[in-house]
């Protein structure tokens, strides 16, 4: 897992990456993106993906984990959760209609560039250092269940309903596929892909494609503010191990004894780090650690 594809950059909060379909903003150690695409239900086309590409880098550099520092030299928090949204009444309605009907003229080269900047966009944000978080109102179909099975914690509302719908357009969802494929396991996404319909709110809970349930859209965005409290009583350094740990969890092909004894190392590494230090002293010394926020 590749946390930092772009070289690290300054942390001054004056060279936001310039965007027109979508807007960030930073508030401390949190970084909001939001698909601002409302009149086409945040459809997703080649200018917003490029911009989310670029804003997931450019808080990726920014990011507790990859400077390992909880602020910078001027004293402003570097980030540790990233908060995704969408403007209006739907989340995500997937792929731009015009960006499909140009596809069916484009060559397998130029079809072939296009699925890659959208991989590029799903993996940057499934391998972002931070703790991401969406909330999702409306639709999330197909790029959009993409966007969704990538981050860590999902928060929905009644009217939410998702899809891997790319099979009614007589395609596959399979860029996305290995994101929304470690979210939900073999069965259910092999289901998912061959009906192609919609699931409601209840059912994605059921089923693992998110992971919390609120009863009105405003509570859907308040309960952001009750996880991203969570996030800030643990170690930012952590946060992006776990991911690290998960995916070396996820590709182990040696013995389980190899397995057992690579566990002891990065056990022993983390308590001798900087963070694990301060972690262990902090609770012997019945007091705050430094990354939480008073």
């Known amino acids: 897992m590749e946390f930092s594809e772009c070289d690290i ?18 508030e401390g150690p ?15 086309n ?18 507790v984990f990859t400077l390992g520092d909880l602020k910078d030299s001027e004293g402003n928090e570097n980030l540790r959760i990233l908060v995704l949204q969408g403007e209006g009444r739907h989340f995500c309605a997937g792929a731009d209609i ?19 900047r959208l991989d590029r966009l799903f993996n940057t944000l499934w391998s972002h250092p931070c703790f991401t978080i969406g909330v999702v109102q409306g639709v999330a179909l197909g790029g959009g269940a993409g966007l969704i099975a990538c981050l860590d914690h999902v928060i929905v509302e009644p009217k939410t309903r998702i899809a891997l719908s ?51 859209p405003e509570a859907a965005v308040e309960a952001i503010d009750a996880v991203i409290s969570e996030v800030l009583t643990t170690g930012p350094m952590a946060v992006g191990e776990a991911k690290k740990l998960t995916l070396i969890f996820d590709r182990w092909k040696d013995s389980d004894e190899e397995l057992r004894l690579w566990t002891l190392d ?14 262990l002293a902090s609770f012997l010394e019945k007091r705050s650690a430094e990354w939480k926020l008073d």
């Open 98 to 116: 015009n960006m499909m009907k140009e596809g069916g003229a484009k060559s397998p080269e130029e079809n072939r560039i296009d699925s890659e």
């Open 166 to 216: 790319e099979g009614k357009l007589g395609i596959l969802p399979a860029v996305i596929g290995p994101y929304v494929y470690r979210r939900l396991g073999s069965a259910q996404f092999r289901r998912l892909a061959m009906l192609a319909s919609r699931i409601g709110s209840e059912e994605a809970l059921r089923i693992g494609m998110v992971d919390q349930y609120e009863e009105s």
């Open 46 to 63: 080649v200018q917003l993906i490029s911009e989310l590409i670029e804003i997931l880098h450019w808080t990726t550099n920014r990011s």
């Open 30 to 44: 949190v970084a909001r993106i939001t698909l601002s695409r409302p009149d086409v239900f945040n459809a997703l």
């Open 266 to 279: 990065k056990t022993s590494e983390m308590r001798g780090s900087k963070e694990g230090q301060e972690g």
């Open 9 to 26: 950059m300054s942390s001054s909060t004056n060279d936001y990456p310039e965007t027109e379909l979508c807007r960030l903003e930073i």
